[in-house]
């Protein structure tokens, strides 16, 4: 008997499979995830998602017969009262559970139903997404360079000798000029020292150690390796592309942003966060709050933390320009902002807020997008149609070549198509 | 109780932790009992230690460990692993594969009692009917199948990477629908799997030396059609009525790529491969039980698992066995492991205790003795089917409180026609029997004409019996299937078996370019 431990074989087996059959469901597996995406938090996005799917489009037909019609015949166990010729009431829905027509590979179901992982589930919620500008164009002006090989050279460093090349050189070039074999040499030798032993005669000794010495002299002259075999790994630098991005969470946390508020904004944050993480190798947050004077905060104290004041929203603007500057110089990172308010705003301050934003934020961000969250049953007088003081701000800002987008949401429900629609790949153009 | 029983260093392993070193004395002891006292005869085992997600897999791969890539084993796979997740089904505790040696999945939670039934029943159950029943012999090649799914493997990933997933699917898929169809029911010679790799590759060299673009430039023959051959002699040109879809599709198909025929030679070859486990359920499952009963209960007799182990034993047998009646929620049929493990205890009892009874039903077999032979016997000569017919007893029938309904469509009730009475136990067997004759079962359906002269429509038959006619939507998918195979037009007639009258027709027309490169 062989006992084998299998446990430690490479996993996930079945992946390739898996993959196959989400490939083959697609358009039910994204009209499911869609369908579900409105339904759930964004919380919720860290686990998978069960979904259902319509069975037609991954069916498995076969010939069998039909459920119903027909003379058929079952033996059963566990009688108990019958007797030959006793009639039975007719079960529901014809033969089914009894005998041997119970479909056991779930054919005939209308639907099947597995569940999704997470990194699937948002994949297929992305996927028609894209980021503006998703690398920055500025490429040529990065300071980053990356190696890459490029063939080889004569010349370099001995820790980017390539011996493969140079050995290959170096065997053509010696069969080239017929460089006398090792073995050569050894068996003249041999035959020299058999014919000295042996006392042959003189001169073919000498004929011998005449031949000797030239094919010793010609392997002497004909080097193993010669500085012309020798070959390098050749290197190119070339500008590399900048992979990492920078998200600011910008938002107004005075009295007047409720809880309900502040959850909108957040669910919007993590999704352009999960967004980002899956276009961005690396993603770095940085989170501003302001009332009449702007802050730099960790996540908790942003989200949970209350404070009072007025609401200056430039000042937000100055601090992440200020952050910018320091941290995050626009060469190097791809700069992404999201900024939520209730549209409260000073209104001797939104004029320098629209300069500020217009000719320092926006041209040194990938994109800009500013959610104005109102309180769900609100149906006051945003909701009627009156502008809030920064959304009219805004907007003057707003034209075709800037990277600002303006939404609102009001309820959560909201986010996902208020997101999907600020990023959904452009049809047309691309 | 004897002495033999409370020696505690008598015993094979304690409490449920297993290792190697347990496992590989339980295994020399089970042995022991299998081959001296049983008499099994096993080919070499081979045990791997799997975990829960491994198990899965070999589920949703039809239980092989080397399958090819397929989205519909994928679709298994995601199905189990939520209804196992979700607990709402477990999983079973081994794996069996009919092979030389013959490897047997183990998984790493169960315990070491569950372990030991497991060796029991699958190393040596199982394993002795794969080598010994006469179907298995004629029909599976224990030796070359785990080396021709290796080939199978990569041909068809190869083809995948040469003509592209969507064509190798578009295959695949309408092969797995005609999986049933695939197969040789009376077969010309045992298929050597081992040399199947050998003869693809002869076959394509074949064809590439004997290419010749001159026949390209050859003039077609003058217009008009030639003159068409008398019905029976273009049948017998094609073999035909042939009940192989796959095969005449695979040799006949016009406009099929030699990849493509190849593909679904694989897919027959599996095919054929499963046809004896298909028609040997009750038996197999019925062998191992047996076969697992009485290995457990001969370590229990001689002291060698320890009581508690004996009763954790006894609680998953008779979970194994377990019978719902036709009245219980649970019920979903007969219980293979149970009318098995019943009908082997069965044959076992007449051979040694027969009673009045039995003697005039098994003239032969009642009190033979030596029950073991008896059922080693039935285990190598027989199929679910006919082992039914020769060996249930009326005092099986009786036990189990069989009953035959007849579910006639016409009529509002469902009929008693026979319970296990005098009258009854002749009707009731040959009844049940016949719910495991494949033949029976699986509808027969039959290619029965199709003209390559002509407008090549290929034409199928259903002998339909006791009117019930196939599941719509179902053969409509399953026609689309072979029209994309066959490049033409199909037809599927529905005939009575009785009166030749044509119930139902289905046809699918030519799809629109495939198969041609």
Same mark, same amino acid.
């Given at each position: 008997?062989?006992?084998?431990?299998?446990?430690?074989?490479?996993?996930?087996?079945?992946?390739?499979?898996?993959?196959?059959?989400?490939?083959?469901?697609?358009?039910?597996?994204?009209?499911?995830?869609?369908?579900?995406?409105?339904?759930?938090?964004?919380?919720?996005?860290?686990?998978?998602?069960?979904?259902?799917?319509?069975?037609?489009?991954?069916?498995?037909?076969?010939?069998?017969?039909?459920?119903?019609?027909?003379?058929?015949?079952?033996?059963?166990?566990?009688?108990?009262?019958?007797?030959?010729?006793?009639?039975?009431?007719?079960?529901?829905?014809?033969?089914?559970?009894?005998?041997?027509?119970?479909?056991?590979?779930?054919?005939?179901?209308?639907?099947?139903?597995?569940?999704?992982?997470?990194?699937?589930?948002?994949?297929?919620?992305?996927?028609?997404?894209?980021?503006?500008?998703?690398?920055?164009?500025?490429?040529?002006?990065?300071?980053?360079?990356?190696?890459?090989?490029?063939?080889?050279?004569?010349?370099?460093?001995?820790?980017?000798?390539?011996?493969?090349?140079?050995?290959?050189?170096?065997?053509?070039?010696?069969?080239?000029?017929?460089?006398?074999?090792?073995?050569?040499?050894?068996?003249?030798?041999?035959?020299?020292?058999?014919?000295?032993?042996?006392?042959?005669?003189?001169?073919?000794?000498?004929?011998?150690?005449?031949?000797?010495?030239?094919?010793?002299?010609?392997?002497?002259?004909?080097?193993?390796?010669?500085?012309?075999?020798?070959?390098?790994?050749?290197?190119?630098?070339?500008?590399?592309?900048?992979?990492?991005?920078?998200?600011?969470?910008?938002?107004?946390?005075?009295?007047?942003?409720?809880?309900?508020?502040?959850?909108?904004?957040?669910?919007?944050?993590?999704?352009?966060?999960?967004?980002?993480?899956?276009?961005?190798?690396?993603?770095?947050?940085?989170?501003?709050?302001?009332?009449?004077?702007?802050?730099?905060?960790?996540?908790?104290?942003?989200?949970?933390?209350?404070?009072?004041?007025?609401?200056?929203?430039?000042?937000?603007?100055?601090?992440?320009?200020?952050?910018?500057?320091?941290?995050?110089?626009?060469?190097?990172?791809?700069?992404?902002?999201?900024?939520?308010?209730?549209?409260?705003?000073?209104?001797?301050?939104?004029?320098?807020?629209?300069?500020?934003?217009?000719?320092?934020?926006?041209?040194?961000?990938?994109?800009?997008?500013?959610?104005?969250?109102?309180?769900?049953?609100?149906?006051?007088?945003?909701?009627?149609?009156?502008?809030?003081?920064?959304?009219?701000?805004?907007?003057?800002?707003?034209?075709?070549?800037?990277?600002?987008?303006?939404?609102?949401?009001?309820?959560?429900?909201?986010?996902?198509?208020?997101?999907?629609?600020?990023?959904?790949?452009?049809?047309?153009?691309? | 109780?004897?002495?033999?029983?409370?020696?505690?260093?008598?015993?094979?392993?304690?409490?449920?932790?297993?290792?190697?070193?347990?496992?590989?004395?339980?295994?020399?002891?089970?042995?022991?009992?299998?081959?001296?006292?049983?008499?099994?005869?096993?080919?070499?085992?081979?045990?791997?230690?799997?975990?829960?997600?491994?198990?899965?897999?070999?589920?949703?791969?039809?239980?092989?460990?080397?399958?090819?890539?397929?989205?519909?084993?994928?679709?298994?796979?995601?199905?189990?692993?939520?209804?196992?997740?979700?607990?709402?089904?477990?999983?079973?505790?081994?794996?069996?594969?009919?092979?030389?040696?013959?490897?047997?999945?183990?998984?790493?939670?169960?315990?070491?009692?569950?372990?030991?039934?497991?060796?029991?029943?699958?190393?040596?159950?199982?394993?002795?009917?794969?080598?010994?029943?006469?179907?298995?012999?004629?029909?599976?090649?224990?030796?070359?199948?785990?080396?021709?799914?290796?080939?199978?493997?990569?041909?068809?990933?190869?083809?995948?990477?040469?003509?592209?997933?969507?064509?190798?699917?578009?295959?695949?898929?309408?092969?797995?629908?005609?999986?049933?169809?695939?197969?040789?029911?009376?077969?010309?010679?045992?298929?050597?799997?081992?040399?199947?790799?050998?003869?693809?590759?002869?076959?394509?060299?074949?064809?590439?030396?004997?290419?010749?673009?001159?026949?390209?430039?050859?003039?077609?023959?003058?217009?008009?059609?030639?003159?068409?051959?008398?019905?029976?002699?273009?049948?017998?040109?094609?073999?035909?009525?042939?009940?192989?879809?796959?095969?005449?599709?695979?040799?006949?198909?016009?406009?099929?790529?030699?990849?493509?025929?190849?593909?679904?030679?694989?897919?027959?070859?599996?095919?054929?491969?499963?046809?004896?486990?298909?028609?040997?359920?009750?038996?197999?499952?019925?062998?191992?039980?047996?076969?697992?009963?009485?290995?457990?209960?001969?370590?229990?007799?001689?002291?060698?698992?320890?009581?508690?182990?004996? @009763?954790?034993?006894? =609680?998953?047998? $008779?979970?194994? /066995?377990?019978?719902? &009646?036709? +009245?219980? %929620?649970?019920?979903?049929?007969?219980?293979?492991?149970?009318?098995?493990?019943?009908?082997?205890?069965?044959?076992?009892?007449?051979?040694?205790?027969?009673?009045?009874?039995?003697?005039?039903?098994?003239?032969?077999?009642?009190?033979?003795?030596?029950?073991?032979?008896?059922?080693?016997?039935?285990?190598?000569?027989?199929?679910?089917?006919?082992?039914?017919?020769?060996?249930?007893?009326?005092?099986?029938?009786?036990?189990?409180?069989?009953?035959?309904?007849?579910?006639?469509?016409?009529?509002?009730?469902?009929?008693?026609?026979?319970?296990?009475?005098?009258?009854?136990?002749?009707?009731?067997?040959?009844?049940?029997?016949?719910?495991?004759?494949?033949?029976?079962?699986?509808?027969?359906?039959?290619?029965?004409?199709?003209?390559?002269?002509?407008?090549?429509? @290929?034409?199928?038959? =259903?002998?339909? $019996?006791?009117? /019930?006619?196939?599941? &719509?939507? +179902?053969? %409509?998918?399953?026609?689309?299937?072979?029209?994309?195979?066959?490049?033409?037009?199909?037809?599927?007639?529905?005939?009575?078996?009785?009166?030749?009258?044509?119930?139902?027709?289905?046809?699918?027309?030519?799809?629109?370019?495939?198969?041609?490169?």
């Amino acid at each position: 008997m062989n006992i084998i431990d299998r446990r430690l074989n490479p996993q996930g087996k079945s992946l390739a499979n898996r993959q196959r059959f989400l490939r083959r469901a697609k358009e039910q597996v994204v009209k499911a995830v869609r369908d579900a995406s409105g339904k759930r938090g964004i919380q919720d996005i860290e686990n998978g998602e069960k979904v259902t799917i319509a069975a037609g489009g991954v069916r498995e037909p076969s010939f069998h017969r039909a459920s119903q019609g027909g003379v058929r015949d079952y033996v059963v166990p566990g009688n108990k009262e019958y007797v030959e010729g006793d009639t039975i009431q007719r079960p529901d829905g014809g033969g089914g559970g009894r005998g041997s027509e119970g479909s056991a590979d779930g054919e005939g179901e209308d639907e099947f139903r597995f569940v999704l992982s997470r990194d699937e589930f948002l994949d297929i919620f992305l996927e028609d997404l894209e980021l503006p500008d998703l690398v920055k164009q500025k490429v040529k002006q990065s300071e980053s360079h990356t190696l890459t090989r490029a063939g080889y050279s004569v010349s370099g460093s001995p820790a980017n000798l390539n011996l493969v090349r140079t050995m290959r050189n170096s065997l053509s070039r010696r069969i080239a000029l017929k460089r006398p074999k090792r073995d050569e040499i050894r068996e003249l030798e041999e035959m020299l020292r058999e014919a000295e032993e042996a006392g042959e005669d003189a001169t073919q000794i000498q004929a011998l150690r005449e031949q000797l010495e030239h094919i010793v002299l010609r392997s002497r002259r004909i080097p193993f390796i010669d500085p012309i075999d020798v070959r390098y790994n050749r290197f190119e630098s070339v500008p590399k592309p900048i992979a990492q991005a920078v998200m600011f969470c910008l938002m107004d946390v005075s009295g007047s942003m409720t809880e309900h508020m502040k959850d909108l904004a957040k669910r919007f944050f993590m999704l352009l966060y999960l967004f980002l993480r899956r276009r961005y190798r690396s993603v770095d947050i940085v989170f501003i709050r302001h009332t009449h004077e702007a802050k730099e905060v960790d996540e908790e104290t942003f989200f949970y933390s209350t404070e009072t004041g007025g609401t200056v929203v430039s000042t937000a603007l100055e601090e992440m320009q200020k952050v910018v500057q320091e941290r995050y110089p626009d060469s190097e990172w791809n700069i992404y902002a999201a900024q939520a308010s209730d549209g409260d705003n000073m209104s001797s301050d939104n004029a320098k807020s629209a300069t500020l934003l217009r000719d320092v934020i926006l041209p040194m961000c990938q994109y800009f997008a500013y959610i104005e969250v109102a309180a769900e049953h609100n149906m006051g007088l945003s909701a009627l149609g009156r502008e809030t003081e920064l959304w009219r701000t805004y907007k003057q800002v707003q034209s075709p070549e800037r990277p600002l987008a303006m939404r609102r949401v009001r309820s959560r429900r909201e986010i996902f198509p208020v997101f999907r629609e600020l990023f959904a790949r452009e049809k047309a153009g691309a | 109780m004897t002495a033999v029983i409370t020696r505690p260093e008598a015993l094979l392993y304690d409490g449920v932790e297993w290792d190697y070193d347990k496992i590989k004395r339980v295994y020399d002891a089970i042995e022991h009992i299998a081959l001296k006292e049983m008499g099994l005869d096993v080919y070499p085992n081979q045990i791997e230690v799997i975990t829960a997600e491994q198990m899965l897999d070999a589920y949703s791969s039809i239980g092989m460990p080397l399958m090819y890539k397929h989205w519909s084993f994928g679709k298994h796979f995601a199905r189990d692993e939520m209804m196992y997740r979700k607990g709402y089904r477990g999983l079973a505790y081994e794996i069996v594969i009919n092979s030389s040696p013959c490897i047997s999945y183990i998984m790493e939670e169960n315990t070491m009692t569950m372990q030991t039934l497991v060796i029991a029943h699958a190393a040596f159950g199982h394993n002795h009917f794969f080598k010994n029943n006469q179907l298995f012999q004629q029909w599976t090649d224990a030796q070359g199948i785990l080396d021709y799914l290796e080939f199978a493997k990569t041909y068809i990933a190869h083809c995948e990477e040469r003509y592209g997933h969507a064509a190798v699917e578009r295959v695949l898929d309408a092969a797995h629908a005609l999986m049933s169809q695939g197969v040789h029911k009376y077969p010309k010679k045992r298929s050597d799997l081992r040399t199947e790799q050998r003869r693809e590759r002869e076959r394509q060299e074949y064809q590439d030396q004997t290419f010749n673009d001159l026949w390209r430039t050859v003039p077609k023959t003058a217009a008009g059609p030639r003159p068409a051959k008398s019905v029976s002699e273009r049948k017998k040109l094609l073999g035909l009525p042939e009940e192989n879809i796959l095969y005449f599709l695979e040799k006949k198909a016009p406009r099929l790529e030699h990849w493509q025929r190849e593909l679904l030679r694989i897919v027959r070859h599996i095919s054929q491969y499963f046809y004896p486990q298909k028609q040997t359920k009750v038996m197999n499952e019925g062998c191992a039980t047996y076969v697992h009963y009485q290995i457990m209960s001969r370590l229990h007799e001689t002291g060698q698992i320890s009581e508690g182990a004996f @009763l954790e034993f006894l =609680h998953s047998h $008779t979970s194994v /066995v377990f019978q719902p &009646e036709f +009245d219980d %929620k649970r019920f979903s049929g007969l219980n293979p492991y149970a009318l098995g493990f019943a009908m082997m205890q069965d044959i076992a009892r007449i051979a040694e205790k027969p009673t009045d009874e039995d003697r005039q039903w098994f003239p032969d077999l009642a009190g033979r003795g030596d029950g073991m032979a008896a059922v080693r016997e039935a285990w190598a000569n027989f199929r679910d089917e006919s082992f039914v017919l020769q060996y249930l007893s009326p005092h099986l029938m009786r036990k189990l409180k069989l009953f035959s309904v007849r579910d006639d469509a016409e009529d509002p009730y469902l009929l008693v026609d026979h319970i296990h009475n005098e009258r009854g136990y002749r009707d009731i067997r040959k009844k049940l029997a016949r719910q495991y004759d494949l033949g029976y079962l699986e509808p027969d359906i039959q290619i029965v004409d199709v003209d390559l002269a002509g407008d090549r429509k @290929l034409i199928l038959q =259903h002998r339909v $019996t006791n009117g /019930v006619l196939l599941d &719509e939507s +179902d053969a %409509k998918a399953v026609l689309r299937h072979i029209a994309n195979l066959w490049g033409y037009e199909v037809q599927l007639i529905e005939v009575s078996a009785i009166s030749e009258a044509i119930l139902k027709e289905h046809a699918v027309t030519a799809p629109s370019g495939i198969g041609v490169g």
